[in-house]
């Protein structure tokens, strides 16, 4: 299948999903993220779940990473550029929903992003070799092209892979890991 239809079914597979199956395949997620071999890393940059497109809920993993004193970096995203801007979290950084229901920090501490070294990353769907679909606007590509060459990318999916993405960009940026609720998908082995 191609992008445009990969993205078609996996939010009809979403639409599907209640708020109860979400919270509880997210919290089994977070637990399998606890297998990785990332948690003597200092800096993870997390997304923060978009509740009207049914993502996965990052708020146990973030939780996971208070919880292990990790610095956990936030994004607000530029449409007019397609950039993103990150800053730390702290006790008092406010959280709001733009104009697209995406909540991002308001102000904050600026990090660079040759600084992080773990990105969990929101999508619709990936294929065994670690291709991801996500909206379509690029922004994780553009993201990950300008952090540090072993940056760690890890998306989050309820679904298992795709045999194949049809029209796989040469800037399409692969995972290493995809973390499901029940397996861990490791790509690009050769790191």
Request: aromatic share 10%.
């Amino acid at each position: 299948m191609n992008k445009k239809e990969l993205r078609k079914k996996y939010k009809e597979l979403r639409k599907d999903l209640s708020s109860e199956q979400i919270e509880e395949l997210s919290l089994a997620i977070a637990n399998n993220t606890l297998q990785l071999p990332i948690w003597n890393l200092e800096n993870y940059h997390l997304f923060l779940s978009i509740v009207e497109h049914k993502e996965v809920d990052t708020e146990f993993l973030l939780q996971i990473l208070s919880g292990k004193d990790k610095n956990v970096i936030l994004s607000r995203s530029e449409f007019e550029t397609t950039s993103m801007h990150h800053v730390l979290l702290t006790d008092n950084l406010k959280i709001a929903k733009n104009y697209w229901n995406i909540p991002e920090p308001v102000g904050g501490i600026p990090i660079d992003d040759k600084l992080i070294d773990v990105v969990f990353i929101p999508l619709l769907a990936y294929d065994i070799n670690g291709n991801r679909v996500g909206y379509g606007k690029g922004f994780y590509d553009i993201f990950l092209s300008k952090c540090k060459q072993d940056v760690i990318k890890i998306g989050l999916s309820f679904f298992e892979p795709e045999e194949q993405i049809e029209d796989v960009f040469e800037n399409d940026i692969a995972l290493d890991y995809c973390i499901t609720p029940t397996k861990i998908y490791q790509f690009n082995k050769t790191k």
